[in-house]
Nanobody, 128 residues
Framework: QVQLVESGGGLVQPGGSLSLTCVSS????????VGWFRQAPGKKREAISC????????EYADSVKGRFIISRGSDKKTVILEMNDLRHEDTAVYYC?????????????????????WGQGTQVSVSA
């Protein structure tokens, strides 16, 4: 079965850290550009980070730059989003998505550009 699954969400205090994992099954995630997105209640979906197929390019939204780190697992089936110094405003459902039309060294912070697979999301809540 072809699917993309996010995990690692949860409840964390402000200033804390979480690590989200995006895992593919039925296809090799290492052949795709991958983006991370989030959506808070009542707000638009926000593109927060992406990594190119060859991992040479990573991009971050200003809202997370310097706090979040995206990387690829060596197994070619995972992409990890390490989130540090979490804030109340980081509370949202986090999604990963893939696109295989990008050049190997390219990714973009635009949800509409990711047309292949989307995961079901994982909830991140930041609260004292």
């Amino acid at each position: 079965q072809v699917q993309l699954v996010e995990s690692g969400g949860g409840l964390v205090q402000p200033g804390g850290s979480l690590s989200l994992t995006c895992v593919s099954s039925g296809f090799t995630l290492g052949l795709y550009g991958v983006g991370w997105f989030r959506q808070a209640p009542g707000k638009k979906r926000e593109a927060i980070s992406c990594i190119s197929q060859n991992a040479a390019l990573t991009e971050y939204a200003d809202s997370v730059k310097g706090r979040f780190i995206i990387s690829r697992g060596s197994d070619k089936k995972t992409v990890i989003l390490e989130m540090n110094d979490l804030r109340h405003e980081d509370t949202a459902v986090y999604y990963c998505a893939t696109e295989n039309r990008f050049p190997r060294g390219f990714c973009v912070l635009d949800a509409e550009s990711y047309q292949n697979y989307w995961g079901q999301g994982t909830q991140v809540s930041v609260s004292a």
